[in-house]
């Protein structure tokens, strides 16, 4: 059975500095992963995915994700934070079966 | 623009009063999913179809059920409310079911009284 593992429940930066969302799956056979954000009383809203080829993915508003395969992670990235980028974020993978769900980190960018 | 929708956005009932909860989508996608998500947890998913196909997951209870009358919309019907189920539903369309990503609806948020 695949699942995520996403360590940190809350993620603390101040604007400006870089952040790091981590991620850690299992799954059998070839991971396809995907990161989604939460905003309050929203739906998730798509930022990137990992498929095949180059390990370092790049996404919507700047973030970006490295796919480590010895280390079965899927660290979401960006070099600089905005206020605006505080929100609920998911790791997701899909293996055998439709996608499942990390459980959130709640990232808090304070300006 | 090409989007997915709920309706309505917060629906409230009374523990045990049936209630539908309706999405549709115009990006003619296969599939579509119905998740519930409690308190900002991991969206659980409930069910899907694969165009007419429908796929329950193992441990979705008995009191959910699912539509699909056409590609456009899908409904989720909760027979028997209970306390416990009072949560944010959502709804995600994809092209297909292999790596394509999924487009999440704004949500409905049920209350239960």
């Known amino acids: 059975a695949q699942s995520v593992a996403q360590p940190e429940d809350q993620v603390n930066v101040a604007e400006g500095n870089p952040l790091t969302v981590k991620c850690t799956y299992s799954v059998s056979g070839n991971p396809y992963l995907f990161w989604y954000v939460q905003y309050p009383n929203r739906g998730l809203q798509f930022l990137l995915k990992y498929i095949t080829g180059d390990n370092l993915v790049k996404g919507s508003y700047g973030f970006e994700a490295e796919f480590n395969k010895s280390q079965t992670s899927f660290h979401l990235k960006k070099p600089s934070a905005l206020v605006s980028d505080s929100a609920l974020y998911f790791c997701a993978v899909r293996g055998n079966t439709p996608l499942v769900f990390g459980k959130g980190t709640r990232l808090s960018v304070i300006a | 623009d090409a989007m997915v929708i709920q309706n309505p956005r917060y629906q409230v009932t009374q523990f045990g009063k049936p209630v539908t909860l309706s999405c549709s989508q115009t990006?003619?996608?296969?599939?579509m999913y119905w998740y519930q998500q409690k308190s900002s947890q991991a969206p659980k998913l409930l069910f899907h179809?694969?165009?007419?196909?429908?796929?329950n997951e193992a441990d979705t209870p008995d009191n959910f059920q699912s539509r699909r009358p056409n590609t456009s919309f899908c409904f989720l019907d909760i027979r028997s409310p209970g306390l416990g189920d009072a949560a944010m539903y959502l709804c995600?369309?994809?092209?297909?079911?292999?790596?394509?990503?999924?487009?999440f609806g704004p949500g409905t948020r049920l209350t239960v009284l």
């Open positions: 179809y694969y165009d007419k196909d429908f796929n």
């Open positions: 990006l003619n996608h296969n599939v």
């Open positions: 995600a369309t994809s092209r297909n079911r292999d790596y394509n990503e999924q487009f």
